[in-house]
């Protein structure tokens, strides 16, 4: 909810790039649910909910620490583990709460295609 404020403001890009990014971020987003919210949550079932959400959102996070290897800036990764973090906690929630990964799939693409595209000065959560 929070990138369709960050895309309220505009997206930018030719009509060829929007087009041609629209099915990898809506695939990023199924695999990034299948990843984080399926497996990692799975995995960490045996603890009490609060623990759960908490350890997969601090651990996507941490995975977005790698975009230090690609020529992020300090801030702008500080930024981008910090919105993953916190995004990451609240569809662990919300996973827990429906008990299935598909509708957080389907929202979480286009919220990474609107934080890439969204004129609105922001560090994209995933590149």
């Known amino acids: 909810m929070v990138s369709a404020g960050y895309a309220a403001g505009g997206i930018s ?3 060829a790039t929007l087009a041609s990014g629209a ?3 809506l695939l990023l987003g199924i695999n990034e649910e299948m990843m984080f ?9 045996p603890f009490p909910l609060g623990s759960r959400c ?3 959102g601090l651990v996507l996070g941490a995975q977005h620490t790698a975009n230090l290897l690609f020529g992020h800036t300090l801030y702008d990764t500080g930024a981008q583990v910090l919105s993953a973090t916190g995004s990451g906690f609240a569809y662990a929630a919300a996973r827990a709460r429906i008990g299935t990964i598909w509708p957080l799939a389907l929202l979480h693409g286009p919220g990474n ?11 994209p959560a995933c590149t």
């Open 13 to 15: 890009g030719s009509v």
């Open 23 to 25: 099915v990898p971020f």
């Open 54 to 56: 908490v350890l997969v």
């Open 113 to 123: 295609f609107s934080d890439t595209h969204a004129t609105v000065p922001f560090t």
């Open 37 to 45: 919210r399926g497996l990692v949550q799975g995995v960490l079932d």
